[in-house]
């Protein structure tokens, strides 16, 4: 039987997406489904932390009216046949980030055109327009799109917020008994959130393997 083959695409900021993509991937592997990686690279990248609240506002500005982020050309492994192709990455001001946009405007069609694509999305808590745009985007580029795998941050309101500017800010509280720890323990996915990503790479595996 031929190997089932998936591509994953991906763009990460913070490290979350990719902390998740980690475990994604273990479960489509432990089911010997073979992976190739491509991970988008910024010509021109924000930095990170931010340096100063303008710099963090005028970002979340840009990203809010969807500003492309020129990225290197992408390599020649993803040109083939995929039984799924996953484009994963952050939300950014309720949108696919600007690497990501750039992708699909410049290589979207000739990588996606004819493939299964899942969105992958990291998220601190709104993705629905995030994937309706991925979904727009990809479709008008000949793909077929499936539901999405999103993983938003665990932590309630208002403190998901105050802790996201504090980690681009590069001012996150590090004392384990401070006040602000006691509501925020940590930023990004957590351990619950690593183990599912394992389990949905099981599933799709599964699905493949069994030819849906």
Known sequence: MTKKR????????????KLQLKQFIAGLESCEI???????????????????????ALAMIETFFQRRMEIQPVSAQCIGNWDRVILAGPTWSYHPSGPVLDFLDRFGREICADKIV???????????????TLQA???KNGASVEEPIVFTHPIREPWRIIGLVLQLRGKMIRRDKSWFRKHYPGYGHNKEQGL??????KEIAEKLLSGI
């Open 34 to 56: 073979e992976v190739t990686l491509e991970r988008i690279e910024p010509i021109h990248p924000y930095e990170f932390p931010f340096r100063t609240n303008y710099r963090l």
């Open 118 to 132: 899942i969105p992958f999305i990291s998220c601190r808590s709104y993705w629905r327009w995030h994937y309706r």
């Open 196 to 201: 599912e990503a394992m389990r949905k790479g």
């Open 137 to 139: 985007r990809l479709q």
């Open 6 to 17: 998936v591509l994953i695409i991906y763009y990460s900021f913070t490290q979350q997406t």
